[in-house]
């Protein structure tokens, strides 16, 4: 079992940065794949970046590229998502989760299918 915690969620203006954590406990989770994903009121849960420990790769959402960055501490079991130039679209709760299983395809964890574990999830509101 992989237990997820999300963190650093607020109240931002448009323009400004948040950066989001998310501690992991239980089962080490070097070789899993960790994603944020997103979720407005009254839409679905939005893939927003992942990254995959074995390679170091990293995959963003078209929407969040060159503006967000994924990155992880192995020390520290704590993925982060650093969130820039934030507009008020960016508004959502976001969630981390981590997939055990692996595919080859990269793509697959766009979705939310894959992600075994999910955090409870942070507030991040972006006025304009």
């Known amino acids: 079992q992989v237990q997820l915690v999300e963190s650093g969620g607020g109240l931002v203006q448009a323009g400004g940065s948040l950066k989001l954590s998310c501690a992991a406990s239980g089962r080490t989770f070097s070789s899993y794949v960790m994603g944020w994903f997103r979720q407005a009121p009254g839409k679905e849960r939005d893939f927003v970046a992942a990254i995959r420990w074995s390679r170091g790769s990293t995959y963003y959402a078209n929407s969040v590229k060159g503006r967000f960055t994924i990155s992880g501490d192995n020390a520290k079991n704590t993925v982060y998502l650093q969130m820039n130039s934030l507009k008020p679209e960016d508004t959502a709760v976001y969630y981390c989760?981590?997939?055990?299983?692996?595919?080859?395809?990269?793509?697959?964890?766009?979705?939310?299918?894959?992600?075994?574990?999910w955090g409870q999830g942070t507030q991040v509101t972006v006025s304009s």
């Open positions: 989760a981590a997939a055990a299983t692996y595919y080859s395809n990269s793509g697959s964890y766009y979705y939310t299918e894959p992600y075994d574990y």
